[in-house]
Every structure is written in C-alpha cells, then in structure tokens.
C-alpha cells in the first residue's frame, strides 16, 4: 500500500521559504512511472494546484506560484521537496502532496493526509 | 490555462435522493484527463472516478461520471448519509493541472 506523508515546518515567518518534504512509502520514487505533485487548500477554500515532479527531472508548475516554487527529489530518501519563497500570510494553508499517474485515466492518489502551514511573525 | 467551473456551488438534498455535478472546462478536455474527487472536512481528497467515467478502486457504483469535450458530469444515485461533503473535478489535459473551485453535497 502506497502511502505519502508531507513534513516540515508548521510556522513560517513573512518573507522567508516555506519547506516541505512528502516521504513516500511503498513504492519507489524514481521508477518514472508516476508524477509526484502538490496541492494545497486554503482555510475554507477549494483546492489549488502548485505543480508536479517527474522523475527526470520534469517540472510544471502554477503560473501564479511559478516564480516563487521549487519542487525537487531525493532518490536516497524516496521523497519530494517543496520550496516556496519570499510566503506572505496569504500561503497560509494545507498542503498536500499527492502521487497522479495514468492507468484507464488520469488521476491523482494516493494523497497524504496534509500539514497546516501558518504564515505568521 | 484550462478553468474548470463547476456547478452549482452548493446542492442541497436529502438521502436517497439523486445528485447531479457539473464541471465545465473552458477548452475541450480529453476524456482520459478528467477526474473527481470526494473531500469530506479534515480529510484529504478520496479518488472517485478517473478518466471521466472509471470508478476507482472501492468507489460503489452509486457514483457515476460521464461526459466529454468541455461538459462532464458526476452523478450520485441514491445519497446515502456517507455521500455529503465537497467535490472536485480536476483536469490534465495541459502541463498546467487544475481543480475546479469544488460542489458541496449537503443534507436538505
């Protein structure tokens, strides 16, 4: 059973990164078969889309996020990374990584259970 | 960037009735690249259906998605208690993936 889990900070002061890291279990992140992506939820609000990580390499992201977001791997702890710089209050939110791949259609799971990023001083 | 609009924004029912969603896209969607998603609060999205019209693994055939082009639709026969909450739809048919803004599913 594949199972994701996001890490990282809780509380991030204005101006500074946000970092984020998904470990996956259950299956290995460089074997090219799937994306490995990340959405996050503002307080209340519906699902935004910041991008995905192909192993490879391959990066796409959000336009409105895209000067600010890195997504990365490391092969040698089977996770992805999320880096968003420079955050205000309005990257307050949960953040979710999710796995997406095709098999009879596109799609998006499993997803990790999602961490509450605050930003605040 | 392709806009998924969904409607309406809140549907009001009672168990045992019928739930009909709508997603628009703002430019053709290949069937293959549209999914929906079921999010019930403090929870991550649940997989419902992939490729416009393909349960996922699990998902009982009370839930059903069709559509094509630019119009796609999840339908929910026979609420059960279990089946209220928020739903998404969300596209791959560019590099750039989006969500539509989400239909919430409440008790009438």
């Known amino acids: 059973q594949v199972q994701l889990l996001e890490s990282g900070p809780r509380l991030v002061k204005p101006s500074q990164t946000l970092s984020l890291n998904c470990t996956v279990s259950?299956?290995?992140?460089?074997?090219?078969?799937?994306?490995w992506s990340w959405v996050r939820q503002h307080p209340g609000r519906g699902l935004e889309w910041i991008g995905y990580?192909?192993?490879?390499?391959?990066?796409y992201y959000s336009p409105s996020l895209q000067s600010r977001v890195i997504i990365s791997v490391d092969t040698s702890e089977n996770q992805f990374s999320l880096k968003m710089s420079s955050v205000t209050a309005a990257d307050t939110a949960v953040y979710y990584c999710?796995?997406?791949?095709?098999?009879?259609?596109?799609?998006?799971?499993?997803w990790g259970q999602g961490t509450l990023v605050t930003v605040s001083s | 960037e392709i806009v998924l609009t969904q409607s309406p924004g809140t549907l009001s029912l009672s168990p045992g009735e019928r739930g009909t969603l709508s997603c628009r896209a703002s430019?053709?969607?290949?069937?293959?690249?549209l999914a929906w998603y079921q999010q019930k609060p403090g929870q991550a999205p649940r997989l419902l259906i992939k490729g416009a019209s393909r349960r996922a693994t699990g998902i009982p055939d009370r839930f059903s998605g069709s559509g094509s082009g630019t119009d796609f639709t999840l339908t929910i026969n026979r609420l059960e208690p279990e089946d209220f909450a928020v739903y998404y739809c969300?596209?791959?048919?560019?590099?750039?993936?989006?969500f539509g803004q989400g239909t919430e599913v409440e008790i009438k």
């Open positions: 259950g299956d290995s992140i460089s074997s090219g078969d799937y994306y």
């Open positions: 969300q596209q791959f048919g560019s590099s750039v993936w989006t």
């Open positions: 430019q053709g969607v290949s069937s293959s690249h």
């Open positions: 999710a796995r997406a791949g095709y098999s009879s259609g596109w799609y998006s799971d499993p």
């Open positions: 990580i192909h192993y490879g390499a391959t990066t």
